[in-house]
């Protein structure tokens, strides 16, 4: 299991809870699209493994309220932050995320791939044991939903069968959707077949079948994520009650005292567990009708109202923290930036030009080499996730009368991605070297204690910077 996993999987927890809350105050007041909008937005930023920056994110709030706080630059690039000498600021999550680390850190691949698998193989077993029960499905041999099919068309073909092998109606299929009667279906209440069809054609059109499957994929992946199970089946009551909402907008308000009649008695007919189904009596009916019953004919303020929640629920949950401007440090160099602006001045003294260079060249001696192409270091072969550099005292600043604490200088860099952690190894009782720091000896890879105390701590990345 990756860090940036487990990012998306924070990040995404963050705006479930936040659908929740909206779903709680006003699911009876919006339109019920409005929050199946919003959940297909949380399983993007589950997926999708990189965010758009946005200075409106929440993360960037909590940045510029909280200094030194970080939650998704690994997944725009590795973003350093500076601190106060032997400060560590808490990065990437919080308590939610440090749970997690400590968690997953040695183990957490191994039993993330079990959880996967176990995950995939039910859902694959119910999906297969459904296609072999529909398989035995008849055609339904009915004028009124023969009718019915030739005043609905679709790009898609779409039938009506029928099997003794469900209890309610549903509908399955992407490309060749089917909608499944039981068997003893009362072909002659034309009144009820028009509410039924109708919701399972919603779900048709609205390709809920192929939404459930990315769905399935994204609790599969987040499996160890609580709130993404909560996000499902809220999700499944959701896509019930837009297709409710469909149904009573075509027939009026008028009906909805039937439609809610006719909705409890498919309750009262169970089906089995068809996970990958859009089945019509599967989510809680009691919430469906009073959503039916509250219902009422959308006008252009509560449109409004929605998109204004989407656009900015998405805008605010769905992007990660503008990049800092200041005092930055990249995981390439793991140079400061004063020190990579150095690098190409034109300043004549001897330790101005190339100071950054010449740290670099200082850690390659050691052994220590970084790979451009992957914007990573290596060390033994190793991918590095922490280094750090005490180097310290600056001779130049020393020289130009600043205190000792002053010139002192700490610089690190995070990888996310890297399997060691990386600590300098300098004389600091001797001469400077030509970088102006103490003299570089070696390098010290931490130990298994001190790797887990800094994924504890997770993803922290810290700078002392001249003051």
Known sequence: MTVDLLRRSVSGAIFIIAIVVIRAIAVHKLPKRTFTVLWELVLLRLLIPFSIPSRFSVYTLIQRCIPGISYSGAETGNTIFDLSQSQFAPVQGGWLQQAYDTAFVFDGPFIWCVGVIVLAAFFSISYLRCRAEFRVSLPVCNAYAAQWLSEHPLMRPLSIRQSDRVSAPLTYGIFHPVILMPSDTDWENTKQLQFIFMHEYAHVRRFDAATKLVMTAALCIHWFNPVVWIMCILFNRDMELACDECVIRQFGETSRSAYAFMLIDMEAKKSGVFPLCSNFSKNAVEERMIAIMKNKKANAVTMILACVIIIGASGIFATSEAAPVNHKETASEGLTQEELQNEGNADNSETAPNRGQRILDAYEECGLGYDKSKNAYFYDGKRVRLLYDNRGMDWDMMIEGS???????????????????????????????????????GFRVATREEFVANTQKHVYTYQTVKK
Not at 411 to 431: A, K
């Open 403 to 441: 205190s000792s604490q002053d010139s002192c200088v700490v610089s690190s860099c995070w990888d996310p991605e890297g399997e060691i952690d990386l600590y300098t190894v300098r004389e600091f009782d001797g001469e400077a070297d030509e970088t102006g720091y103490a003299k570089l000896e």
